[in-house]
């Protein structure tokens, strides 16, 4: 069972930054894939960012070169760093977690979300 406890949301103007986190916790055998996820009112979710425990990273077209997803396998805890942000980044923000449990059977858990609003 894991937990992803996320934080970082908030009213931001365009241009600026903002770094969200999302850490896990729980009994586990390892946490594999990270990623963040977003969904727009009206829209489907969509990816944002994925980073495996390898630190091998995969970014939608739309934030190449301003956000930045990166992850501390010690702490469980996976980060994106957003900049140069554009009111089209408002949405809710969720992380998503691939991990492995105990019994060593695969899972994907989802963190609650968290608002992002970059207002122009």
């Known amino acids: 069972q894991v937990q992803l406890v996320v934080s970082g949301g908030c009213l931001v103007q365009a241009g600026g930054s903002l770094r969200l986190s999302c850490a896990a916790s729980?009994?586990?055998?390892?946490?594999?894939?990270m990623g963040w996820y977003r969904q727009a009112p009206g829209k489907p979710r969509e990816l944002v960012a994925t980073?495996?425990?390898?630190?091998?990273?995969k970014y939608a077209e739309s934030v190449k070169g301003r956000f930045t997803i990166a992850r501390d396998n010690a702490k469980n805890t996976v980060y994106l760093q957003m900049n140069s942000l554009k009111p089209e980044d408002t949405a809710v923000y969720y992380c998503?977690?691939?991990?492995?449990?105990?019994?060593?059977?695969?899972?994907?858990?989802w963190g609650q979300g968290t608002q992002v609003t970059v207002s122009s």
């Open positions: 998503n977690a691939e991990y492995t449990s105990r019994r060593l059977l695969s899972y994907d858990y």
């Open positions: 729980g009994s586990f055998f390892s946490i594999d894939a």
């Open positions: 980073i495996t425990s390898g630190g091998t990273t």
